[in-house]
């Protein structure tokens, strides 16, 4: 069914290093599935980066979440520079407007796509397919605990994780409802309720209670020791995996690291009730060694869109762009950037998703 006149304003955030060469490719690739759908994209684009930061002292303007607030969704390629800390570039433009958008899913495909080796031997594209849910603003993350005795012997420090009712449930919740979408009716709980005495039985319960609302799907808990290695030695047991945000740092980078090629990962920070807009990137950073040359893998980006439709409700569109990434990457007569073991350029590869869309 084709859906027509649909338009959305999108917020584009190139920022640092690649991120502003495999930006101009997803773009490419929206337009393209776009004129398929008879949907619209609008872009507004923003240059905030550590390039302004040095100039300005700023990653964003002071302003910067209300001229954000009104677009459907922010694509974000990469903010971080050599010379510029992390945190500035963390606290001074991509936590804030986690924030002020509560964004509470931080939302990861972990799926083995063709043409790719992974460093697990024995694994096909099918092995692994599976989500990471990850608690986005709470948990270990807090700001809460101290110091006590400060250069006495009986120095201290105290690290206070939170769990809320209400943070809890909702990831939980948007874990199971996500697997109902997808078709595969299974969530895995990530938890150390045999170490941590608190938080991780109280996850555990609320895991139970949230799990009695849906009958029809599956559950599994692992501890988070044992499930990092499962990641790697058995990753065809997972469907949607739903952790804290500690847990699910950790795990989301396990993932796709996994599969191969940090290029080509794509994530989502998102508010699924959509009051505020959702922030789509690629895992990878700006890659300051290879930025420049026109060669970094747009796969990444691409994806991130894709991830964005789906959450906009275009579906259909969405999975064309998956679709389409994963034809070109079986295709051996296509183009492959370096890391896939190729010689292409970013705009090569862009250009031939937007053709197989
Ligand atoms: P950040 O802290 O922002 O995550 P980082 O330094 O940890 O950044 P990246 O910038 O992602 O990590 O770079 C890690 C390595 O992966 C680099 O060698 C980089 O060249 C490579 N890399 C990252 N993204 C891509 C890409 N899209 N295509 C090809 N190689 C990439
Ligand atoms: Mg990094």
Known sequence: TQRTG??????????????????????????AVGAKHGIRFRYRNFDWNCETY???????????????????????????????????????LLLPIRRAFDQYVNLRPVRLLPGVTPPVRDKAPGDIDFWVVRENTEGEYSQLGGRQGEGTEN?????????????????????????????????????????????MPYWDERFAAIAAEYPDVRVDQDHIDILCARFVMSPERFDVVVASNLFGDILSDLGPGVTGTIGVAPSGNINP????????????????????????????????????LDHLGEAEAGADVVAAIES??????????????????????GKAVAAAV
């Not at 183009?335 to 350029?345: E, H, V, W």
Request: proline share 7%.
């Open 6 to 31: 649909q338009s959305y304003e999108l917020a584009i955030l190139p920022g640092d290093g690649i991120g502003n060469e495999v930006m101009p490719e997803a773009l490419r690739v929206l337009d």
């Open 54 to 92: 040095k100039i300005t002292g700023r990653m964003m303007p002071e302003d910067g979440l209300d001229r954000l607030r009104d677009h459907d969704s922010i694509l974000l390629g990469a903010v971080g520079w050599p010379g510029v800390p992390d945190h500035i570039s963390l606290w001074g």
């Open 155 to 199: 120095e201290m420090v105290l690290q206070t994780a939170a769990f809320t009712r209400r943070g809890t449930d909702r990831i939980l919740r948007y874990a199971f409802e996500l697997a109902r979408r997808l078709g595969k009716p299974h969530v895995t709980s990530a938890t150390k309720s045999n170490g941590i005495y608190y938080s």
């Open 273 to 308: 009730e959509r009051v505020h807009p959702s922030t789509f990137e690629p895992v990878h950073g700006s890659a300051p060694d290879i930025a420049g040359k026109g060669i970094a893998n747009p796969i990444g980006q691409i994806w991130s869109a894709a991830l964005m």
């Open 328 to 349: 070109v990457l079986s295709d051996d007569s296509a183009p492959r950037t370096p890391d896939l073991g190729g010689t292409a350029s970013t705009e090569d590869l």
